[in-house]
């Protein structure tokens, strides 16, 4: 069974920092590019980070400078770490899996991890 579990959200003041973390079970992890997701109240999902199967790494011009994405494929993880957190930032976070294109392609979310950002 493909799981993929995210946690490390919660409430954080302006400033400070949190770190994410994705489990997966249930594939190969060392074959799926992972990538950070967030979408915040009445937004539509924008991609965060992404890093892959390589260890290539981009991420959203917002996020840049303040957020890192990492992968331990020892342990099935991937990482976000988020720091100089802002108000902006407030969004249910997922993770996602992803190996091949077209029919081919396989596609796993995980639930969301909620972060606040608010003083």
């Known amino acids: 069974q493909v799981q993929l579990v995210e946690s490390g959200g919660g409430l954080v003041q302006p400033g400070g920092s949190l770190r994410l973390s994705c489990a997966a079970s249930?594939?190969?992890?060392?074959?799926?590019?992972m990538t950070w997701y967030r979408q915040a109240p009445e937004k539509g999902r924008e991609l965060v980070a992404a890093i892959s199967i390589a260890g290539y790494i981009n991420y959203a011009d917002s996020v840049k400078g303040r957020f890192t994405i990492s992968r331990d494929n020892a342990k099935n993880t991937v990482y976000l770490q988020m720091n100089n957190l802002n108000p902006g930032d407030t969004a249910v976070y997922y993770c996602n899996a992803v190996r091949g294109v077209g029919v081919g392609k396989l596609n796993y979310w995980g639930q969301g991890t909620q972060v606040t950002v608010s003083s």
């Open positions: 249930g594939f190969t992890f060392s074959e799926y590019a």
